[in-house]
T-cell receptor
Framework: GENVEQHPSTLSVQEGDSAVIKCTYSDSASNYFPWYKQELGKRPQLIIDIRSNVGEKKDQRIAVTLNKTAKHFSLHITETQPEDSAVYFCGDAGGTSYGKLTFGQGTILTVHP | EAGVAQSPRYKIIEKRQSVAFWCNPISGHATLYWYQQILGQGPKLLIQFQNNGVVDDSQLPKDRFSAERLKGVDSTLKIQPAKLEDSAVYLC????????????FGPGTRLLVL
């Protein structure tokens, strides 16, 4: 991947609501899209990923959707909990680079009890 | 399974000094990455190794940064001389191979340049 734009930069929701974060990429050859969660002062951890041959993937309360035509993918968190509060980064890889992973700028998610 | 190890965890130096960071990837992982994460931003890839060879260092400021992975396992990243703008967290990550493989991150080294 070469360039990834992530929105919004901050997101505040009430516990139990849904949260959606969107990323747009530019390299049409990108084929791998991970999402990482980073709690304050801790390392980024993979929460879900999707490859270009799949349009949607779910894991309990977390889902990712991919629209290859529009070159965007989104993270959906349902029934949010306070422990979901963190910074979320999207990434894209593959394409013309040697698997180089490019990260978005991050979204600070705050879930209010 | 042990995770990616990094040391030191914190480092404070003055500008123009040199500093080195060490990373030990997950056993068996052929690909190793060094990222720079400036406060409020996503990690930026500095260099990617496949075993002991460099496959991408396009964003490494080569006039001051260097990295090596001589035996294809541990890696060191060096900055000499450091500048104020080098203040950041330096994250090491590893994966089984390149291309669409999950990257596992270490705890990072937080560098402050005064």
């Amino acid at each position: 991947g070469e360039n990834v734009e992530q929105h919004p930069s901050t997101l505040s929701v009430q516990e139990g609501d849904s949260a959606v974060i969107k990323c747009t990429y530019s390299d049409s050859a990108s084929n791998y899209f991970p999402w990482y969660k980073q709690e304050l002062g801790k390392r980024p951890q993979l929460i879900i990923d999707i490859r270009s041959n799949v349009g949607e993937k779910k894991d309990q309360r977390i889902a990712v959707t991919l629209n290859k035509t529009a070159k965007h993918f989104s993270l959906h968190i349902t029934e949010t909990q306070p422990e979901d509060s963190a910074v979320y980064f999207c990434g894209d890889a593959g394409g013309t680079s040697y698997g180089k992973l490019t990260f978005g700028q991050g979204t600070i998610l705050t879930v209010h009890p | 399974e042990a995770g990616v190890a990094q040391s030191p965890r914190y480092k404070i130096i003055e500008k123009r000094q040199s500093v080195a960071f060490w990373c030990n990837p997950i056993s068996g992982h052929a690909t190793l990455y060094w990222y720079q994460q400036i406060l409020g931003q996503g990690p930026k890839l500095l260099i990617q190794f496949q075993n002991n060879g460099v496959v991408d260092d396009s964003q490494l400021p080569k006039d001051r940064f260097s990295a090596e992975r001589l035996k294809g396992v541990d890696s060191t990243l060096k900055i000499q001389p450091a500048k104020l703008e080098d203040s950041a967290v330096y994250l090491c990550a590893s994966s089984l191979g390149p291309r669409q493989e999950t990257q596992y991150f270490g705890p990072g080294t937080r560098l402050l340049v005064l």
